[in-house]
């Protein structure tokens, strides 16, 4: 089975700019997580979605936000890039019930300029 | 408030040797655990997971102990590996009501030759 996959890998912006992130699951996975990883703060939970709705949502601020589509496909969005949002961004996927292991992509690598 | 908590940011152990990695959690509702291992640039590799309802879970080199009293779980890698130098993350979810993984800071092993 095909891990998951995230691009792009690495990506640069300018503070004000919007991106957007994608992340395909393992084929049969329905929840999609998104983490972000900073030197700072560590690893640190953003959302969940599982059958294209969030079930869960950490204590980020609006300019993050999420979606998942019909194939369990789903892409992440952060609006007005502040410098702060320079981090590595990691999905994870699994089948969405509790006590499933997560299994994560590579990451995204993003640098706000 | 850490809920999560990895106390040795690094350990050196000489290849061979028994390595041991600690983690502590605050939240009673945390009921499954796993560990991960992650190179730099990367996404977090799943290693091993344990259920509250058990006390140890073996994977080949890896054994899980959990000590649900003392609210502390460890892993012991048997024996290390040079290959096994990286970081690792304990992480925990709760029994219920959210699929969330709640990460520990890391611990950064170093396995000498």
């Known amino acids: 089975k095909a891990g998951v996959t995230q691009t792009p890998r690495y990506l640069i912006k300018t503070r004000g700019q919007q991106v957007t992130l994608s992340c395909s699951p393992i084929s049969g996975h329905r929840s999609v997580s998104w983490y972000q990883q900073t030197p700072g703060q560590g690893l640190q939970f953003l959302f969940e979605?599982?059958?294209?709705?969030?079930?869960n949502k950490g204590n980020f601020p609006g300019r993050f936000s999420g979606r998942q589509f019909s194939n369990s496909r789903s892409e992440m969005n952060v609006s007005t890039l502040e410098l702060g949002d320079s981090a590595l961004y990691l999905c994870?996927?699994?089948?969405?019930?509790?006590?499933?292991?997560?299994?994560f992509g590579p990451g995204t690598r993003l640098l706000v300029l | 408030d850490q809920q999560v908590k990895q106390n040795s940011p690094s350990l050196s152990v000489q290849e061979g040797r028994i390595s041991i990695l600690n983690c502590d959690y605050t939240?009673?509702?945390?009921?499954?655990f796993l560990w991960y291992k992650k190179y730099p640039a990367e996404g977090p590799t799943f290693l091993i997971s344990i259920s509250s309802i058990k006390d140890k879970n073996e994977d080949g080199r890896f054994t899980v102990f959990l000590n649900k009293s003392a609210k502390h779980l460890s892993l012991h890698i048997v024996p290390s590996q040079p290959g096994d130098s990286a970081v690792y993350f304990c992480a925990a979810s709760p029994a219920a009501g959210s699929y969330q993984l709640t990460f520990g800071k890391g611990t950064k092993l170093s396995v000498i030759p």
């Open positions: 939240n009673s509702m945390f009921d499954y």
């Open positions: 994870a996927s699994s089948a969405g019930v509790l006590q499933e292991t997560q299994y």
């Open positions: 979605y599982f059958s294209e709705t969030q079930r």
